[in-house]
């Protein structure tokens, strides 16, 4: 049995070393400055406490301060809400993504984004991300192009299925992840920044219950990736590489029985890295705190998987709520 109690409070105890004295907001990291707060940190914030189940009421002063604190992220004209750290879309994508948490909308248009209503920009935008060489930093905008138009409402059911249906004809047969055969060039990424980059769009899929295209295909590369060494867990360190992972094989668990003792023996597994680290970073002194809360919110996010896998095996005096169950984009 894993006791997760000193780590819940070590996260409590973080997301208030973070908050700044500037509009209700928090920063990212505790290096940062304390007078000013950042998208990353304070969106980090929601999801944190939405997690672990502890996100203010609807309606109360604290839940009004996140509303108003994540907005002022936006830029009136562009739309866009810009994050230290990340692409635009990235920013944007997740900062509306708290929002929907808060059962809130940005205040402007996303004006910037407009001309992507259209199928063929749509699809040019998409076909021009560079799937060889940046996979995994290009999926925070083609995944976050869609997470970001459609929970704040700007685009409609046909536009959803155009987006859906370029993944789909874009399926690697053969890794079953996407860009078909963008990893099987000679100047291509290592397969597991592929592996990383589809967990974006697969979350997407998930929120309109799409079915994986090819899951024995994706299985097989998870397999192959593991059995390879090739998957950069981090022992004693937040990252958000255990929910990538973790996300995308109880997915497609969940869709074929290919391979399944190989399978659940690769999630149990992970699933037992992850609380091996959890228990190491849960130590220190009763005031420690964690510098960087957008890694810490990834591992969070994370045990949320490993609980519903193994809950007989974590105490933990909770249920965490599992975020990108409810919308996309992390």
Known sequence: MT???P??????RSIAAHRTAA??????KLSDSSASADLYGTANAVILLYTINELPAFGTDEHLAFVSSLQQFQDPHTGLFNGIGHHPLHGTAFAISALELLDSKPLYPLTDLQELKDKAALYEFLAGLNWVREPWAESHKGAGLYAAMVLAGEVDAAWEDAYFNWL?????????LWRKQAMHTVASAPLFHHLASSFHYLFNLNYRNRKMRYPDAWIDTCLQLNNAGEIPLKADALSFVELDVLYTLICAASQTEHRAAELQAMIHAICHHLLNSVESLS???D???FEDIHELCGTTCAL???QSVMSGQIVSG???QKVLDRRPFI
């Open 3 to 5: 006791d997760i109690r």
């Open 7 to 12: 780590f819940l409070a070590k996260i409590r």
């Open 23 to 28: 509009a209700d907001g928090y920063r990212r």
């Open 168 to 176: 789909h004809e874009e399926t690697d047969p053969a890794t079953g």
């Open 283 to 285: 130590g220190g002194p």
């Open 287 to 289: 005031d420690d705190v």
């Open 304 to 306: 949320a998987l490993v």
């Open 318 to 320: 909770r249920i965490l």
